[in-house]
């Protein structure tokens, strides 16, 4: 008899221990964010500052070409939020009406430029005609959105002919960046927010503002995903002072609202 109320008063306990880890274990969401490649630190940074105060939130980053992204959800990938280096990737997403109504927003803004190796001789834009340059590094404009304000800013410089042949294509701007700090190709065009990450490569010159379409890094909340309270909250917290300090700290500037 008493081995039997050991027993019982055994499975109470574990019964019990059960019931209040259950209470207790907070329920964990997971948002999947589709970011594009140039902003892939500076969202890291943010994250990590959002789950310290919201510590039942797990962040999941899928980087990449804005374009390339853009695809991704078209075809059916369970992401919670966009945020796209340009606004065309985003507006394809949302002519497929698979964004959430009113979570649109413009974020962030940059600034185009020219880089080279740090003893490269080249001074300006015009010296890409020089037959001395042998290759240059550009996103690939079919998907990368840098690539396709960096043909603007050729073809408005009447360059992108003499240039062309010349022209490696790259997934995105990340690794535009990485071909011109490995000596790979003489020149590249970039965001000054990546160019002035690297150590291994100097800004050359800033294409003009009216040389290409303005730059802007629009976010919102995708259908496709099943959190969409939370990934409101989010997309919120993008736009508040502690987000956007750490913005600023990686050159990046706020897009007029």
């Not at 059916?76 to 394809?92: Q, R, T, W, Y």
């Not at 959430?100 to 740090?118: K, M």
Request: aromatic residues 6%.
């Amino acid at each position: 008899m008493g081995d039997r109320r050991w027993r019982l008063a055994c499975a109470a306990i574990l019964l019990a221990c059960s019931f209040a880890s259950g209470c207790h274990s907070p329920h964990r969401t997971t948002l999947t964010v589709s970011v594009a490649a140039s902003l892939t630190d500076a969202i890291a940074e943010i994250e990590q500052t959002y789950k310290r105060e919201h510590t039942d939130v797990e962040l999941r980053n899928n980087s990449g070409s804005s374009g390339v992204l853009a695809q991704e959800i078209e075809q059916g990938a369970p992401v919670d939020i966009f945020l796209s280096a340009a606004a065309k990737p985003l507006d394809e997403v949302q002519a497929k009406g698979l964004i959430v109504a009113g979570t649109r927003r413009n974020l962030l803004s940059n600034t185009l430029v020219l880089i080279a190796p740090r003893e490269s001789p080249l001074r300006d834009f015009q010296g890409l005609a020089d037959p001395s340059m042998r290759l240059m590094a550009l996103g690939d404009p079919a998907t990368v959105p840098a690539g396709q304000y960096g043909k603007q800013t050729l073809i408005a410089l009447r360059l992108y002919e003499q240039v062309q042949p010349r022209l490696v294509l790259a997934k995105d701007v990340r690794q535009v960046l990485a071909y011109v700090e490995m000596g790979n190709v003489d020149a590249g065009i970039v965001y000054w927010t990546d160019a002035q990450r690297s150590g291994k490569v100097r800004v050359v010159a800033t294409a003009p503002e009216s040389s290409h379409d303005p730059i802007v890094y629009p976010v919102a909340v995708i259908r496709s995903g099943r959190n969409e309270g939370a990934a409101r909250e989010f997309v919120e917290y993008l736009n508040s002072p502690r987000a956007k300090a750490i913005f600023a700290a990686h050159g990046f500037t706020m897009a007029a609202q």
